[in-house]
């Protein structure tokens, strides 16, 4: 395979469509007794927002074609994986939460089948550890998220998570959803869901990988300065007209996003038009439980690995009068912004702006048709 070919492959715009089959695909793939992936690990030459293309390594579903899958898990299942190392150095698969040694060391140019049990339901990250965090900040990371069509709380709607892990304040919640002043409309529905996974390039450390160095990031001051930030592996124009990275919807329809931070550089997600209901934080061992305090946030951190899912709910925006709503004068689609509140990110290349992590989100309309 030529340059030309790698970067084609490693074009993240052009693998929107293969994105969201995957999705499909391996959710598909979770109904059955067991389940079953496969992933190989590559090395790619990836284009960024402003044209530079960057030698990367991704995690690469063999039948779509998809660079670093979402992988969608029933809780509690035996779980093969096929992992196929295609590059030049031993790598090591691990899952946040799980010690790093969990998993064999993969030589190069091997493959191995590993097995076992998936996590309790929640959002994961996938990641490969033989150097640190360096195949991880180079592209090797995904989101595992696992789920139980059971998982509902003791009135009977559906919420994301299992019933042990369900505070009283989640409960209240997922229960209030349609039913209460603050919150019009329906129940959330399972599968009304996204992810936002969020990383960045030091475009100096990718050219060590291409030389096969042996890569330090200790520390980090000195050895990792990020000039690229994505999220689900897009930057600014892109990333905001990114089918899987958008969220919409109509007033009264709250929309579950997983946000996790695959890179070492913290985050501080920012949404204008809803506050956002923060669900879920990560314990110190990093695990993954639920909220016991649920408030309204419009900026939340996210430090290396850690996952936090949030409650988009949809509702009318605070900043438009109740006089005035539904707004008269300007029709619908409304587009409201998300973007990082660490400002570098909104940059690119060391200053092109507003080509870093930033996104928006539609709120369609009052009522879905035939709603």
């Not at 209460?180 to 990383?199: A, C, N, V």
């Not at 061992?285 to 946030?297: A, P, Q, R």
């Amino acid at each position: 395979m030529d340059r030309r070919e790698f970067i084609g492959y490693g074009s993240a715009a052009a693998l929107t469509a293969a994105f969201v089959k995957t999705q499909v695909g391996q959710e598909a793939e979770a109904q059955v007794a067991g389940q079953h992936f496969e992933l190989h690990m590559e090395e790619i030459y990836e284009e960024l927002i402003d044209g530079e293309v960057v030698f990367a390594l991704a995690f690469r579903d063999p039948v779509t074609r998809a660079l670093r899958p979402p992988l969608k898990m029933r809780q509690a299942t035996t779980t093969t994986m096929k992992l196929v190392n295609k590059t030049r150095k031993a790598r090591r698969f691990a899952i946040t939460g799980w010690p790093n040694t969990k998993f064999p060391v993969i030589p190069a140019g091997q493959s191995a089948t590993i097995s076992f049990t998936a996590p309790p339901a929640g959002t994961y990250i996938y990641h490969e550890v033989s150097e640190g965090s360096a195949g991880r900040v180079l592209g090797l990371h995904g989101v595992i998220t696992t789920w139980h069509a059971g998982n509902k709380t003791p009135a009977g709607n559906a919420t994301p998570y299992n019933k042990n892990d369900l505070t009283p304040e989640l409960i209240a919640l997922f229960d209030a959803f349609g039913t209460h002043g603050d919150f019009p409309g329906g129940k959330w529905q399972p599968g009304r869901e996204i992810i936002w996974l969020m990383s960045q390039v030091d475009p100096v450390v990718n050219q060590a990988a291409e030389r096969n160095e042996l890569i330090d990031l200790n520390p980090l001051v000195y050895n990792f300065r990020p000039r690229y930030f994505t999220l689900n592996g897009l930057s600014g124009y892109d990333a905001a007209h990114d089918e899987a990275t958008v969220p919409k919807g109509y007033i009264g329809e709250p929309m579950l996003i997983r946000t996790a931070n695959a890179g070492i550089a913290a985050h501080a997600p920012h949404i204008h038009g809803n506050h956002i209901l923060r669900l879920t934080e990560n314990s110190a061992d990093g695990k993954f439980k639920g909220c016991d305090n649920v408030y309204e946030l419009d900026t939340w951190c996210l430090k290396a690995l850690e996952r936090v899912d949030v409650m988009l709910p949809f509702k009318k925006p605070d900043e438009i009068p109740h006089e005035v709503w539904p707004p008269r004068q300007e029709p619908f689609p409304l587009l409201y912004p998300m973007h990082c509140h660490c400002e570098m990110s909104q940059t690119a290349g060391g200053g092109n702006y507003p080509q870093g992590l930033v996104t928006h989100w539609e709120l369609l309309g009052m009522q879905r048709a035939g709603a």
